[in-house]
């Protein structure tokens, strides 16, 4: 086997390893790539902006992203994307499922009520600019 096969191997072992982790590790940062307030990283954990240290809301919405990571493994990653291509950012069923506490208009409206303010998760004018 050469090289590459091990890597692969090594990276599939240690995402199993990390996604059946009971506790996922989180981060507080001071910014975040793409105006986004938090993020979920497969195999890392949840990163969270500094200044939404206390938005418990915003923190479910990751952790439900690293329950999906745990229910379905790396796979997810290229999933989202073709979900995201398919339907946008605002109807992506993995998005969808994590914005549990939204109203059914955000739900499917995210973009803009994240921009207005009137989200229960954040309120970020230049979220996804």
């Not at 938090?38 to 200044?51: A, H, N, Q, T």
Request: charged content about 25%; some cysteine; hydrophobic content about 30%.
């Amino acid at each position: 086997m050469n090289t590459a096969i091990y890597g692969i191997l090594g990276v599939l072992a240690f995402s199993y390893y990390k996604r059946k982790k009971s506790k996922v590790s989180v981060y507080y940062v001071k910014s975040i790539l793409g105006n986004y307030n938090g993020i979920m990283i497969p195999l890392i954990g949840v990163f969270i902006k500094e200044s939404e240290r206390g938005n418990q809301k915003l923190l479910n919405h990751e952790l439900i992203h690293w329950e999906q990571y745990k229910r379905e493994g790396l796979i997810m990653i290229p999933n989202y994307i073709v979900e995201n291509l398919r339907n946008g950012y605002d109807k992506n069923p993995y998005e969808i499922e994590s914005r549990v506490n939204e109203n059914d208009y955000c739900k499917y409206n995210y973009t803009e009520c994240v921009r207005s303010g009137i989200s229960n998760t954040i309120s970020n004018p230049n979220f996804r600019k």
